[in-house]
């Protein structure tokens, strides 16, 4: 869910090239619209199963918690996430709000959450995606 799709769509807005990311022994140029369109309201908390707002969409409702994203079927799945100007997001990466903890201000966007260390020692699962198992939106 988290792996790489297909990359650039041409338009006259141009591009912003990002970022080069080590993917093990390889790297991967990866090049971005200059605007992303996560289509999160002001009040969402909004989570994505691909990376760059692809895929399925989740969004958290204002002042909702959920404890177990398989009742959604979005358990270790979201790839990439936008907030809502006026809300906080909360990712966890267990259930019932256990274990590593991201914190995210209003009106951010994470563009691939590969890139997002969770502090795990084990090295093949040392970052954010594919990992967020319960979520809260402004309340904790
Ligand atoms: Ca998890």
Redesign the pocket.
């Known amino acids: 869910m988290g792996r790489m799709k297909a990359v650039g769509l041409a338009t006259s807005l141009g591009f912003a090239a990002t970022a080069v990311i080590g993917a093990g022994a390889l790297s991967v140029a990866v090049v971005a619209p200059a605007q992303a369109a996560p289509n999160c309201g002001a009040y969402s908390f909004c989570l994505y199963q691909d990376w760059n707002f692809g895929g399925s969409q989740l969004s958290v409702p204002y002042r909702t918690k959920w404890a177990d994203l398989r009742t959604y079927h979005f358990?270790?799945s979201t790839s990439s996430l936008a907030t809502g100007s006026l809300v906080w997001g909360y990712l966890y990466?267990?259930i019932n709000y256990k274990g590593a903890t991201l914190t995210v201000p209003p009106a951010s966007t994470i563009t691939w959450l590969r890139g997002i260390p969770n502090g795990s020692w084990n090295p093949l699962a040392n970052n954010w995606n594919d990992?967020?198992?319960s979520v809260k939106n402004s309340c904790i």
Do not use: E, P, R
């Open positions: 358990n270790d990466q267990d990992s967020a198992s």
